[in-house]
């Protein structure tokens, strides 16, 4: 269903391509790539065959210190409009940023306002955290009804990971008799991902089709998820090893300490830029493809791209749960380090 | 390009909120209202799957003991039979012997009672024989005596006759 998704949009976007292309622009793949996969304040659907864009105004919510808070629809902000003194740069060092600007239209660079607007990876955010929410919610009421007997239906299908999480995750990783209380975070991050991974892939509609978790800003949240709770979990031997290794000679401390305190720093780092990377990659690539139709202007290459496309998504899918996975079984690795507590 | 890679790698604060938020309300639902009575309902059914299982053996093993308990009993009680008739064999066989024996003496002791007896008997006639022999040798000697004084052919006549009419029972 997701593949036929992909092609009815490639099919979309070859459309509303040429169409664009009608007005003689010159094709740019790496702003059509980068607009596809950065976050913005609207969610752009097509252009009209006048040049018009068609999209998805999205609410802006911004803080400046010398106007507080202030809430307005992103339209009013579009294609470099001022709207009370707040402008969304489009070009230069602040692409994408909203800035205050002065009467004059000057750029207030030391005061860059706080920009807490609902954007696309925000939506992106909100709908996989709702599909979640139905998704397992009605998997326990499920539960509730067939009780201990064998799973049905929807179980079926899922089940079968949340033991996965359980017997081949959290168990191995961080033993037998804390595991449980990291199910519930382990279970979370890994469905949470998965479903925003998943709805990355499916291109169309709003609110699929996001590039959440390929944003910088979510995967390094998730990151801090684990982090604090390694950190909480942390044991006395995990301490001890950091500040005062066992065996290390006294004079290396100096030298040891800092190296360990890095370390707890660059395990949730390794986990924001592997899922980060993987993803945006995939995205980066699959719309590469998609370019080749439009900079080759050819409709030669077409099937030629949409068979690599359909590829790629095949293996995005797969990536999609691989990604999940390193992310959750890295979780469970450092949060049994930290929470081990036999000595060795 | 560079910028906009950089714009890319640069993670806004706006999102890291929203994100917070969103993952937090996330989390904290599902781990209210779907992990724990996901996990309760797999656990409890794997539990009674394990006890169902155990249970079986269980009684699996106790079927056997009990097989094995009966084959026991079961031989016991054929040994104990076995033992017990040969021992009443024994007791018969020592019974009849002891009675036989018994029996015997007896029989033993009955004859020579009556060998006694007869003895004593014997002994009380021949007395009782010598006793009248005596008497009757006195009485003898008596009219010998009376009749020698008589006559001397008469006196043997008498003895003789005398004698002849003495008859030994």
Redesign the interface.
């Known amino acids: 269903m997701i593949l036929s998704l992909f092609v009815f949009l490639t099919g979309t976007t070859v459309f509303g391509q040429e169409e664009h292309g009608g007005i003689d622009e010159k094709f740019n793949a790496?702003d059509f790539i980068?607009d596809h996969?950065?976050?913005s304040h609207e969610w752009h659907l097509w252009d009209k065959k006048n040049g018009e864009s068609v999209a998805i105004y999205l609410p802006v919510?911004i803080y400046s210190k010398d106007k507080g808070f202030d809430m307005f629809s992103s339209k009013k902000i579009a294609h470099g409009h001022v709207y009370n003194g707040y402008k969304l740069e489009e070009e230069?060092?602040f692409?994408?940023?909203i800035v205050s600007v002065d009467a004059m239209g000057n750029v207030d660079e030391a005061n860059i306002p706080?920009?807490?607007?609902?954007?696309k990876?925000?939506v992106g955010?909100?709908s996989s955290?709702l599909i979640?929410?139905l998704l397992?919610?009605g998997?326990?009421r499920s539960?509730?009804k067939t009780?201990?007997?064998h799973p049905r239906g929807i179980q079926r299908f899922l089940?079968p990971i949340?033991?996965f999480i359980?017997d081949d995750i959290a168990v191995p990783n961080i033993g037998e008799h804390k595991y449980?209380r990291y199910?519930?975070?382990l279970?979370?991050?890994f469905?949470?991902i998965l479903i925003n991974n998943i709805m990355g892939l499916v291109p169309f509609p709003p609110p699929f089709g996001a590039n959440v978790t390929g944003?910088?800003?979510?995967t390094?949240?998730?990151a801090v998820?684990t982090f604090i709770i390694t950190q909480i979990s942390g044991k006395k031997q995990y301490w001890q090893h950091i500040f005062a290794t066992p065996g290390m000679p006294v004079w290396l401390l100096p030298i040891m300490v800092p190296v360990e305190v890095l370390g707890m720093f660059t395990k949730p780092f390794a986990l924001t830029i592997r899922l980060?990377a993987n993803i945006?990659a995939g995205h980066i690539i699959v719309l590469s493809l998609v370019s080749l139709i439009f900079i080759f202007k050819s409709l030669v290459v077409a099937p030629v791209s949409i068979l690599f496309v359909i590829f790629m998504d095949c293996l995005e899918l797969f990536v999609a749960f691989l990604q999940a996975y390193v992310f959750t079984l890295l979780s469970a690795l450092f949060i049994g380090l930290a929470a081990e507590e036999k000595h060795h | 390009m560079i910028i906009l890679a950089n714009s890319l790698t640069t993670p806004a604060i706006g999102t890291v909120i929203w994100t917070t938020l969103i993952f937090s309300l996330f989390f904290f639902l599902l781990a209210k209202f779907a992990w724990k009575p996901i996990l309760g309902f797999i656990k409890d059914r794997e539990e009674t799957i394990k006890n169902s299982l155990e249970a079986a053996e269980t009684a699996r093993e106790e079927m056997i003991k009990l097989q094995s308990d009966n084959e026991i009993i079961i031989r016991k009680a054929h040994e104990d039979s076995v033992s017990i008739l040969k021992e009443a064999k024994e007791i018969k066989e020592k019974i009849i012997a002891e009675a036989k024996e018994k029996a015997s003496i007896e029989t033993q002791k009955n004859i020579e009672q009556a060998r006694k007896q007869i003895q004593d008997e014997k002994t009380a006639a021949i007395n009782d024989i010598k006793q009248q022999i005596a008497e009757l040798s006195v009485t003898i000697a008596e009219k010998v005596l009376k009749k020698e004084l008589s006559s001397k052919g008469e006196h043997n006549k008498m003895v003789d006759s005398l004698i002849e009419g003495i008859k030994l029972n």
């Open positions: 790496s980068m996969i950065a976050d919510i230069g060092d692409k994408g940023v706080l920009d807490f607007s609902i954007t990876s925000v955010l909100f955290c979640g929410l397992f919610i998997l326990s539960y509730k009780g201990i007997s089940e949340i033991l359980r449980e199910m519930p975070y279970l979370s991050v469905f949470f944003n910088i800003a979510v390094l949240t998730l998820f980060f945006t």
